[in-house]
């Protein structure tokens, strides 16, 4: 456990905040992240020698762009540091820390800060479901739905349910283990949301309960739009052997980041979906990337992880995710729904923390989030969403209609 990127320490804001009724922006999200992931790494700013921002729709929602220099505008200790924000829809974050590791991998840096931010609950919904539509290909799909990316992604249903079946009572069950989840863990944003006893059996279908979005996917399928941000700092081998000398700690006890896979496809949907012709896999490029992490992290599949942060923007999102990974054959991801392994206490739970549904989805914090509680699960700190013993944890972050995707393996010797 001697090379590759190392995790000295990371933060996630409060994900239940609501930064414009507090009167903060996102200058207030990225000065709490980056002092919280300074304070876990047990690092003064002077060790930073790189900064990596993962931000989606700055523009768009808050007017602001050139937020690579956001961290070294509220904390001017970072002022000079090498900074650079990094966009990819859902999987900014994701790319901010390939874009991290790449720096430490190359020489180029030996510490470096990465952090996810997005605001967006300021706006109203219909304006939050438009500027979140450019992450589509603009003009050429979606142009008829209220809300594009339900619409989106309800296609995706469609196409499976085409392929394979698919019954709501599968999306509903997922949708309860992720807002179940997320009652343990006192960042998520919907941890004291309460719902009808029937919510997720009989009123799932009920248009009053749980009304229907675009096509067949209701409410309670659709992650949150939320304000947020998240920091963690990475290191080269070099550097965490002389920090965890310093702080008194063995270095097999840091996570690491243990593989990583990447792919990105074209804007169109109806592109993504017509190259599953021939293929068991709806998404094949998918299943690319979450397979080069496993090689490159020397896990032989799915069966060698602990659990897994799955990007379930929506119900269906983590549906294709499960036979995507491994976890069943194609298009059985339903037996691993009904067999409960998936759940807390399951043998690979997935999102024990809540995901995006239940825990909050700051586009750009996103891939971070993930990331960071993949590190907390390896190292027993993720309080009581812990799996027991876990050693490896997956993560999956999709950006736009599966466009972009990317896929990391954390671990931890001890």
Not at 13 to 42: I, M, N, P, S
Not at 141 to 168: K, S, T, V
Not at 263 to 272: E, I, N, Q, V, Y
Not at 276 to 291: K, M, T, V
């Amino acid at each position: 456990m001697s090379g590759g990127v190392f995790i000295l320490g990371g933060h996630q804001t409060d994900f239940a905040r609501h930064l414009g009724r507090e009167g903060g922006g996102l200058d207030t999200l990225v000065g709490d992240a980056v002092d919280g992931a300074l304070a876990a790494a047990r690092l003064d700013a002077a060790a930073i020698d790189a900064i990596h921002v993962g931000n989606a729709f700055g523009e768009l929602f808050c007017g602001q762009a050139q937020l690579g220099a956001m961290p070294a505008t509220v904390r001017p200790a970072l002022w000079g540091v090498p900074a650079a924000r990094h966009e990819a829809a859902c999987a900014s974050g994701s790319v901010a820390i390939l874009a991290a590791m790449a720096a430490l991998d190359a020489g180029h840096a030996d510490c470096a800060l990465v952090v996810g931010v997005e605001q967006e609950r300021h706006v109203p919904g219909d304006t939050a479901a438009r500027h979140l539509g450019a992450a589509a290909w603009t003009g050429h799909e979606g142009q008829a739905a209220r809300f594009l990316w339900p619409h989106m992604f309800a296609r995706i249903a469609d196409a499976i349910d085409d392929r394979d079946g698919l019954r709501p009572a599968h999306l509903a069950a997922l949708a309860a283990k992720n807002l179940g989840n997320a009652r343990r863990n006192p960042r998520a944003q919907t941890r004291g949301w309460s719902f009808a006893d029937d919510a997720f059996a009989a009123g799932w279908t009920d248009d009053a309960k749980n009304p229907v979005v675009e096509g067949r996917l209701r409410r309670h399928d659709c992650a949150q739009i939320t304000d947020g941000a998240v920091g963690l700092v990475l290191a080269s081998p070099r550097f965490a052997r002389g920090h965890a000398a310093r702080v008194g700690v063995a270095l097999d006890a840091l996570p690491r980041i243990l593989g990583w896979g990447h792919r990105t496809a074209g804007l169109s949907l109806d592109a993504k979906l017509a190259r599953a012709d021939g293929s068991p896999y709806l998404l094949p490029h998918l299943r690319d990337a979450a397979l080069d992490a496993f090689r490159r992290a020397g896990v032989g599949g799915v069966d060698q992880l602990d659990g897994v942060e799955v990007h379930d923007c929506f119900t269906v999102t983590e549906y294709v995710a499960i036979d995507h990974l491994g976890v069943t054959p194609p298009g059985q991801a339903w037996r691993a729904i009904e067999d409960g392994r998936l759940e807390a206490g399951g043998r690979l739970p997935f999102n024990p923390g809540g995901g995006l549904i239940g825990g909050g989805h700051p586009v750009g914090a996103t891939g971070v989030r993930m990331v960071l509680d993949a590190a907390l699960q390896v190292t027993g700190a993720a309080g009581d969403a812990q799996i027991p013993g876990a050693r490896r944890i997956a993560t999956l972050n999709i950006g736009g209609s599966a466009t972009t995707v990317v896929s990391f393996v954390v671990g931890s010797a001890s």
